[in-house]
Every structure is written in C-alpha cells, then in structure tokens.
C-alpha cells in the first residue's frame, strides 16, 4: 500500500492501546478523589483563541499550529494545548462564577508541527487539569500534588519536580530589561533563535538548550531577585505547601516554558528515562490568560502531563498496567454439526461477562484446537456429538491439560471461579 500515515502521526495499536486504557482509568480516580470533573471540548478552535491565549511570540503558535481557512473562510486551528480551550469553555458557559472555584480536566490529541522523535509527535496526547478561580499558592500546590498523585499510582519512578516564579505583569518588565542588558553584552556568542529571541521574548533565551547560550543563561540575572512582593510570598507560599505535603523539588531560574500565559508559579516534572523529550507533565499559573481572550479576570493553574510519554516511560521502568485484556474461553466445535452451537454458546458466554472467542471458520478440530492455544485463553470449551445430546460441555484447562466434563448450566459458574 503507497498509503502511509502522515509523518509525525501513529497509530495506537492494540498491543499498547490497552496500556493507555489502564492509564486513563488510573488518571480518572486520581481526578475524581481531587473532586475534578472530566469535559471534552472541540479538537479545533478560532486561531485567535491560541494566538492570544498562548502568545504570538511563541513557537507554539508562530510555527508550529496546525492553521487551515475552513469552507466559510474562517481561521481554524487544530488545538495544540488545552489550557486556552478549557477556559473558553469555562467562560462560555459561566463554569466559574466570581469567588468560587472550577475544578476541571480533560484528555485528548493535541497537534503541534514539531519536528517529530522518540516521544514528540506532530498528534499526541494529553491529560490535562485545570483549577480556575482561586488565585492564592494552595491551589498551586494542589495542581502539582494532583499531578504527583497521578504519576504515584501508576508506579512511575526516576521523577524530577522542577519549580520556578515567571513572575507577574508588574514585575517581568524589570525582569525582562535586566536580561536584555546581559544577554546584549553577549549577543556575538548567542545562536540565531536566540538572537531573534531578544526582542521578542527573551526570557525564552533562558531555556535554550545550545551550550554557548546555556553558559550566558546560566549567567543571566535570576528572576528570583526581580519578583515584586507579591510574586515573592505566592512564590515562597507555594514551596512551604510542597514541602508540607513532604514533596521533593527542585528550583530552576532557568524554568520559563514554552507558553506566553503564565504569571507566577510554573514547573515541570522530568524523567531521568525520556532522553531529549524527557518532561513527562508542565504547568502553572496563568491568571491574565482569561483576559487576553477577551473574558473577565478569572486567575487559575493547571497542568498537562504527555500520555504518549507516561506510557514510554512506564514501560521502560516496567511498571504494571493491570491485566492485560485477554479471552478466557475459546469455543471449538468438534465436528459441523456442533457449529451453531458454538455460537451460542459463545453469545451466552459474553452476556455473563466471559470473554469468549470461536471459530468463525469451517477448519478442522485440530486447527480450532491449535487456534485455542495461540489465542492466549486460559480454557478451550468443547461441544461435540456427545456433548450435544447431554447438554454438557466439555471443559479443558490450556495451561494444565486438564479435562472434564459439566453441564451447561454449571459452566459459567465455574469460569468465573477462575
Ligand atoms: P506543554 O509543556 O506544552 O504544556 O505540554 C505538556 C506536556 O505535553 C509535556 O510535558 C509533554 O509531556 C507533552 N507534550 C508536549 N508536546 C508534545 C509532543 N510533541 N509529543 C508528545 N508529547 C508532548 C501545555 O501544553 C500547557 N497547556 C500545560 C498547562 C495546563 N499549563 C497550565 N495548564
């Protein structure tokens, strides 16, 4: 077939889609026991709520959007994060009236044209969790705790929580004056981004991954030493609440992330498993993206953790996805006559809850027999001449040989021991 799925894209195949199952499942108690309620927005929006919401200055939204005229001539894109949705929809539909709180969450496919590698795709997916509403640091510390829980129960190990302030609209200007001035001193040794960077949004100078602008980075003015009062204490507020909770993190000025929203807290949680895509979750606080796109204050955190990658690292670490699906019975027909029978008996199998597979074909005994012990089910049920006229069933056990026969009516009981 010359047909191929687009680069970038994949297919979840069976043999890994029950993992992403697991996962989901795992992810749903975690978010229901933090009392979050689960929402599925459109896959695709009016390019302006990612262009002002995420920020014209960033690569997100200058290069890598998925951006089409649909047939009515209007600018559609194809999300490439959920934060900028969620909280359109918790405008558009009065989720969070002043003074209380929404707590929210979603998963899905985003889109980005990134260049793709082990573990970054052009589609990926997402679990996503918004706190709206509540602008002091414990809503902070319950986003990063949500997030931790998650990765808790799923058995992941070799995490990193990496924690920084990008500061508020009152005090990034200061901030961001102070790193034109170092990073101009050194503009001869920085790359081309970063030379582009300068006047656009230089605090992502800080989070270039090229040695020589690593060097001037490392240099570069904390923002720790620029937050105002304000960004301070929510700073200060948010790392003794962590360390309430007794969580491990670690601070990085360098921290800026990718996005333009944010204002305040902002992290990540890296794998020491992942090689160069190596954060498996990022987020923050963002409390003026509600704002930008034209909607009233409305201050809130969140995060978003890369289902692609939880699986990849899990599997790595070897962690359990529970029982993986599998058929229990495999119905075999002993000569043609037994056939239909099989079908019933299958059918009645599959409304008690057994999972159970036959053969759809007109193949020998034997080659049913064989098909039984490839299939990975635990029992073969035999239906033959005999069998037929006692109403019984004969019963063999794949792993220990064993066989007997009970009747019909004794069967499910009996699979349902096992
Ligand atoms: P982000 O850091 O752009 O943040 O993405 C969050 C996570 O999505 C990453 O840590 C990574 O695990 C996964 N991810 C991102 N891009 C790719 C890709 N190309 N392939 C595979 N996985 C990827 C956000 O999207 C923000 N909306 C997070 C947020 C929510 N902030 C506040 N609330």
Redesign the pocket.
């Known amino acids: 077939m010359d047909i191929k799925a687009p680069r970038g894209v994949r297919d979840i195949l069976p043999e890994e889609s029950w993992k992403w199952s697991y996962v989901l499942k795992v992810t749903a108690e975690t978010m229901a026991d933090f009392n979050y309620a689960e929402m599925h927005l459109p896959l695709f929006e009016h390019t302006e709520l990612f262009s002002r919401g995420v920020g014209e200055a960033t690569d997100i939204v200058e290069k890598e959007m998925y951006t089409f005229l649909d047939r009515g001539s209007r600018s559609i894109t194809l999300r490439p994060?959920?934060?900028a949705g969620m909280v359109r929809a918790a405008l558009e539909h009065g989720l969070c009236s002043p003074g209380t709180a929404a707590r929210l969450w979603c998963w899905g496919p985003?889109f980005?044209y990134?260049r793709p590698q082990k573990?970054?795709?052009?589609q990926?997916y997402?679990i996503?969790a918004?706190c709206l509403g509540l602008p002091g640091p414990m809503a902070d510390v319950e986003i990063v705790a949500l997030s931790v829980e998650i990765f808790r129960r799923l058995g992941l190990k070799n995490l990193e929580v990496v924690l920084n302030s990008v500061g508020c609209p009152a005090c990034r200007p200061l901030y961001r004056r102070a790193l034109l001035e170092h990073f101009s001193r050194h503009k001869e040794r920085l790359c081309a981004t970063c030379l582009g960077r300068m006047e656009r949004n230089p605090l992502r100078i800080l989070d270039c991954k090229q040695t020589d602008c690593g060097l001037i980075a490392d240099e570069a003015p904390s923002v720790h030493d620029h937050l105002c009062d304000e960004c301070r204490d929510h700073f200060q507020e948010v790392q003794e609440g962590l360390e309430r909770l007794g969580f491990a993190y670690h601070l990085d000025k360098r921290l800026v992330?990718?996005?333009d929203y944010y204002t305040k807290t902002a992290y990540?949680i890296l794998s020491g498993d992942l090689g160069a895509?190596n954060?498996?979750?990022?987020?923050?606080r963002?409390d003026n993206l509600a704002e930008s796109i034209g909607g009233p204050s409305l201050p809130g955190?969140?995060?978003?953790?890369?289902l692609?990658?939880i699986v990849l690292v899990m599997e790595q670490q070897g962690c359990s996805f529970g029982r993986s699906p599998q058929t229990q019975v495999y119905v075999v027909a002993q000569d043609p006559e037994a056939r239909a029978a099989t079908q019933v008996l299958a059918h009645e199998l599959r409304r008690n809850r057994v999972s159970a597979e036959q053969d759809s074909g007109n193949r020998s005994f034997k080659a049913q027999m064989k098909a039984a012990g490839a299939s990975g089910a635990a029992w073969v049920c035999i239906l033959g001449p005999e069998e037929l006229q006692k109403d019984l069933v004969t019963l063999k056990n794949l792993e220990t040989g064993e066989q007997a026969s009970l009747p019909k009516a004794e069967l499910i009981e009996r699979l349902r021991q096992n």
């Open positions: 994060e959920a934060t985003m980005r990134e573990g970054r795709y052009r990926f997402q996503d918004e992330r990718g996005l990540e895509q954060a498996v979750c990022g987020g923050g963002y955190v969140g995060f978003a953790a890369g692609d990658r």
